[in-house]
């Protein structure tokens, strides 16, 4: 009897901050990737939803970072690190409606508060890691 060898598949992107023009490439780009593999298309929402609020708040609150997917057969985690000022409360930031957006961000639609509470709600797994003035790091977790 031969032995099934799994095996993950890594991407990773670059998030650009400041600019809303390509703000959810990243996301795009994992959903394409995620049906050509025949990934479950309630899955593949999920994970679309909870990656693009992530890369929208890299945009809006950070100087960018890097959006990092690894599909494995029992899993896929997705890595969102910025260096940007942190999360000064995970828990305030955590509550639905609490922004620290500005008026011009709100302005143009975004910063309604819901980035965070919608990246737990989506994902199976959510950790939230930041220190003010270095950076947050997002590793959501969806099961297969």
């Known amino acids: 009897m031969s032995e099934k060898r799994l095996e993950c598949m890594f991407f990773s992107y670059d998030v650009d901050g400041g600019n809303f023009d390509s703000a959810g490439m990243a996301s795009v780009d994992t959903k394409s990737r995620l049906k050509?593999?025949?990934?479950d298309k309630e899955l593949i929402r999920r994970i679309s939803i909870s990656m693009y609020e992530a890369e929208i708040n890299m945009v809006i609150h950070a100087n960018g970072g890097k959006a990092d997917v690894l599909i494995c057969p029992d899993k896929i985690t997705v890595?969102?690190?910025?260096?940007g000022?942190?999360?000064?409360?995970?828990?305030q930031a955590m509550q639905e409606g609490f922004s620290t957006a500005s008026?011009?961000?709100?302005?143009m639609g975004f910063g309604a508060g819901m980035g965070l509470p919608n990246m737990k709600k989506y994902s199976d797994k959510l950790t939230v890691l930041s220190e003010v003035g270095v950076g947050t790091t997002i590793i959501m977790e969806y099961y297969l």
């Open 79 to 83: 890595t969102m690190k910025d260096t």
């Open 85 to 91: 000022q942190g999360i000064e409360n995970i828990e």
């Open 103 to 107: 008026d011009r961000i709100r302005a």
């Open 36 to 39: 050509r593999l025949g990934v």
